[in-house]
């Protein structure tokens, strides 16, 4: 290998690194953000809302140092390539996801206040109304299933294992779906004048507004995390991969057009 092989090596290397370390960073913040969202932890909530500076600088050199590889590198092979033009894709994609955990922490926040200046102060908080207490659970163990698929993605991307990129795709792929049908079951069973301020409606319509904005959420995240395991799989496996995983989703609408209404 002449010097500058060795020295391109390196550099991807350095590259690789540095996104299994905002991987890392990332999962963390997001695991707990969704642990404070299943135990209603608003102080735990409040050690995600500050922004972590390494994973923006972190994110910001990935894309630096990938613009002046692909200017001063000489001719490439593809799977590096494919490495090369995937990775501001993915530095974008889990700063998004550090964003995301974000929005859950506030969400939290947000609620516990809420819900204490309509009254229910006192460990209360963290009771669903009854009218609502079937989508709060559901949403908790979408929350939960996201939660590992966070871990599983971050060791993922470590090992570049495609295998396991492509269950949790599908996974992905599979809780979208699911959370759409719950955000439509959350407008159709929302108590008649919830969003008065008044009468025992008052009490509901914090929660409303929560479980409707967690769901959104969750959708999101899921849909990142998604969006990264598709890029890792194009990276390993190129084209061919990527085509099948569009012939895959086309059957999974297919069968879900045929699923019966609720």
Not at 60 to 68: G, M, P, Q, Y
């Given at each position: 290998m002449c010097k500058r092989e060795a020295e391109d090596f390196r550099s991807l290397r350095e590259l690789?690194?540095?996104?299994?370390?905002?991987?890392?960073l990332t999962d963390e913040r997001l695991t707990r953000a969704l642990k404070a969202v299943e135990?209603?932890?608003?102080?735990?909530?409040?050690?995600?809302?500050?922004?972590?500076?390494?994973?923006?600088?972190?994110q910001?050199?990935?894309?630096?140092?990938?613009?002046?590889f692909l200017?001063?590198?000489?001719?490439?092979?593809?799977?590096t390539l494919r490495f090369l033009v995937s990775l501001p894709v993915l530095g974008s994609e889990l700063r998004l996801l550090s964003e995301e955990a974000q929005e859950l922490a506030r969400l939290v926040v947000w609620l516990s206040s809420s819900t204490a200046q309509v009254g229910q102060a006192d460990g209360k908080a963290g009771q669903w109304p009854p009218a609502l207490a079937g989508q709060g659970e559901q949403l908790l163990?979408?929350?939960?299933?996201?939660?590992?698929?966070?871990?599983?993605?971050?060791?993922?991307?470590?090992?570049?294992?495609?295998?396991?990129?492509?269950?949790?795709?599908?996974?992905q792929r599979r809780l979208q779906h699911e959370l759409t049908r719950l955000q439509r079951s959350l407008?159709?069973?929302?108590?008649?004048?919830?969003?008065?301020?008044?009468?025992?409606?008052?009490?509901?319509?914090?929660?409303?507004?929560?479980l409707s904005a967690l769901a959104l959420l969750l959708k999101r995240i899921s849909s990142h995390a998604a969006t990264l395991c598709e890029r890792l799989i194009f990276v390993v496996e190129g084209v061919?991969?990527?085509?099948?995983?569009?012939?895959?989703?086309?059957?999974?609408?297919?069968d879900r057009c045929h699923e019966p209404a609720q």
């Open positions: 690789q690194d540095k996104l299994v370390r905002l991987g890392i135990l209603f932890d608003p102080a735990l909530a409040q050690t995600v809302l500050p922004a972590d500076p390494t994973i923006a600088s972190l910001a050199t990935i894309e630096d140092e990938v613009r002046a200017l001063e590198a000489e001719e490439m092979g593809d799977s163990t979408f929350g939960r299933q996201i939660s590992a698929s966070a871990m599983a993605l971050a060791l993922a991307l470590a090992e570049q294992d495609t295998q396991g990129a492509q269950r949790l795709w599908r996974q407008l159709l069973t929302m108590p008649a004048g919830a969003l008065t301020s008044t009468g025992t409606n008052a009490t509901a319509q914090p929660w409303i507004a929560y061919r991969s990527m085509r099948m995983l569009q012939r895959l989703e086309a059957r999974l609408l297919v």
